[in-house]
């Protein structure tokens, strides 16, 4: 979706969409497969460190394509969190 975003780059990229009516939500796969959404009128994008989101009614939440709690939901990224053990092994070749 976010075709310039990097993995380390230390932000969210949060999509809102304006509008989810069938053909808006058509011509948005389109884009997503195409990875030009974010040139889409009808979405607008937000590069941050964190975001809460709320919403009238209680709505399930796609974080990182994964089903994630529900809504209020506060997300925030905490950089370098994540501690990888490599075997040397690997690491010489």
Known sequence: MAPNAEVNDGLLHVFIIKEAGIPSVIKM?????LG??????????????QVVIESAKILTCNV?????TSTPVRLKVIPRHIELLIPKKVRDH
């Open 29 to 33: 796969g389109a884009k997503i497969l």
């Open 64 to 68: 990182d394509g994964d089903e994630g």
């Open 36 to 49: 030009t959404l974010e040139e889409d009128k009808g979405v607008e994008v937000i590069q941050t460190t």
